[in-house]
């Protein structure tokens, strides 16, 4: 008993401990030295990570398409710069290789990222106000982090055991085609007396091949969010476990008790480790969602999205997770940025009615949420602009079109059909028999354009401009 107290009472309280000094010494360097801001961008796989901080970087490095970012309409940005980040561990977000690939000569898109990485951007800025014409140019630090949505995920297993976090999932998984064949081999290795690394890893591979079918058919509870994003960690224990169903007196050195503790251990040695050193210190997010996607698919799929965002938005109500709560000391993400991503697919008179979707899909999860005093904003974005627009006559009625060169090369004005006016006829279930974005969405995958920069400019967008100032602009 002595020795269970100690594990969790003092390893807590020296997870607390260390964490405040960390989180002391960065407010004392934000107030003696120069100041900075950890930006959080996350979504899940292909929600367009990657392309959006390409972008951004490239545009608050060249800022003649930066307008709506008032400290560059006021002149007060001087200068902005890479520098190499501080955290000399974490990957380093591969700008240039992402850059070249988005502008280049051949334009595609950038590879699938599928990990955490960093990079810092720093601005000497102006200042002003009474001080401004008195002390010198100032210096913000902005450090990006990527990180896949999927890992927020893994947030709801903390407070779960291995039975419950089990018996859940294979409850969902039953009604699954996708699922079958890994809830026979589930039964049937239940109430393995020995266990044997064989066993455990055949139905890991099992689950995992589960997992990744989930993902394809767009299903968002797709735990442990590790599973399909191993990196470094593939092949080993703390990822070569699976549900299993509930045991009453599991046999100390069966099948069940091993994967139980290896479950733990995914939790103490993967998820917390994110938690605490990554997620805990972030101060504004951006949470991207391909929403188009989701529209077009069916209502599935956006049922399943609304589920998924809820539960990464429920990382961002630290209030409701005791778990959560201990490592954040009152600290707080200050502003979140929602943003509907792709939104070139779409004529500009459709991109409000997209936002609204958005919203729609978000609202039951913020309606009820506390997100701590943070402020939120929602938009519809495109972070690397791939279409112009163009008004067709068809039958008699002018179509509101975009125009771009899809992935074959050929260049084509299409119709992605329009969205409704009351976003809930998409977010509550769709009527029968109805689609939305039925039009050429099918058939619109466009590959960056070729483009000529002039001197100043970065690649062309759709309100990156609006995001930056909603997520920097009070700060520069
Ligand atoms: N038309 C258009 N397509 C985009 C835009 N941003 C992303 N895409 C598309 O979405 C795909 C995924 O974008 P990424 O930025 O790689 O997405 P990600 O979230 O980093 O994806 P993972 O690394 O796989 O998790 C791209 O390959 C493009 O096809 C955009 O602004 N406009
Ligand atoms: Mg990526």
């Not at 999205?305 to 429920?314: H, K, P, T, V, Y």
């Not at 974005?381 to 008699?396: D, P």
């Not at 995958?445 to 309100?463: D, V, Y």
Request: net charge neutral; glycine share 8%; proline share 6%.
């Amino acid at each position: 008993m002595t020795a269970g107290i100690s594990r969790f009472g003092i390893g807590t309280l020296a997870d607390g401990v260390s964490r405040q000094v960390e989180a002391a010494s960065d407010s004392l360097s934000a107030a003696f030295f120069e100041p900075v801001i950890r930006l959080g961008v996350t979504g899940m796989a292909r929600a367009g990570k990657t392309v959006f901080i390409t972008s951004l970087v490239a545009n608050l490095l060249n800022r003649a398409r930066m307008a709506g970012l008032v400290a560059e309409a006021e002149g007060r940005i001087l200068a902005t710069f890479l520098q190499p980040q501080p955290d000399v561990t974490l990957p380093r977000f591969d700008f240039e290789d992402h850059l070249a690939a988005l502008t280049g000569p051949a334009p595609h898109w950038p590879e699938s990222t599928r990990s955490i990485s960093e990079l810092r951007l720093s601005f000497r800025i102006r200042p002003t106000g009474l001080l401004g014409g008195v002390s010198g140019p100032r210096t913000l630090h902005l450090d990006i982090v990527d990180y896949p949505g999927e890992w927020l995920l893994d947030l709801g297993l903390m407070e779960r055991s291995y039975a419950d976090w089990s018996a859940d999932l294979l409850a969902r998984m039953d009604s699954r085609p996708a699922a079958r064949p890994f809830l026979q081999a589930a039964r049937a290795a239940a109430h393995t007396a020995s266990f044997e690394e064989a066993k455990a890893q055949e139905l890991a591979r099992l689950y995992t091949a589960y997992l990744t079918e989930a993902r394809t058919l767009g299903l968002s509870d797709v735990t442990p969010g590790r599973f399909l994003l191993p990196g470094d960690l593939a092949g080993s224990p703390v990822l070569t476990f699976a549900p299993l169903p509930p045991e009453d007196r599991a046999p100390r050195r069966g099948l069940w008790r091993e994967m139980e503790r290896r479950y733990e251990a995914y939790k103490a040695r993967v998820v917390k480790p994110f938690f605490t050193e990554h997620f805990a210190r972030i101060d504004r997010q951006v949470v991207l969602v391909d929403a188009l996607s989701a529209i077009h698919a069916g209502p599935e799929a956006v049922d399943d999205l609304g589920r998924g965002m809820e539960a990464i938005l429920a990382a961002f109500r630290p209030g409701r997770n005791a778990w959560l709560t201990q490592f954040l000391f009152g600290k707080r993400v200050e502003k979140i940025l929602f943003a509907a991503t792709k939104a070139d697919h779409l004529h500009h008179s459709q991109h409000d009615r997209l936002t609204a979707v958005l919203d729609e899909l978000l609202a039951s999860a913020t309606r009820r949420a506390d997100f701590a005093g943070a402020r939120t904003a929602s938009m519809s974005i495109a972070a690397l602009r791939c279409t112009v627009e163009e008004s067709l006559r068809h039958e008699g009625r002018l179509l509101d079109c975009v125009r771009g060169q899809l992935e074959d090369g050929r260049e084509a004005a299409l119709y992605p059909g329009e969205l409704p006016e009351d976003p809930t006829r998409i977010t509550r279930g769709f009527a029968a028999g109805e689609r939305w974005l039925d039009g050429d969405y099918q058939i619109m995958k466009f590959r960056p354009a070729q483009l000529s920069l002039r001197p100043g400019e970065g690649p062309p967008h759709i309100r990156l401009d609006r995001a930056a100032q909603f997520l920097l602009g009070d700060r520069l």
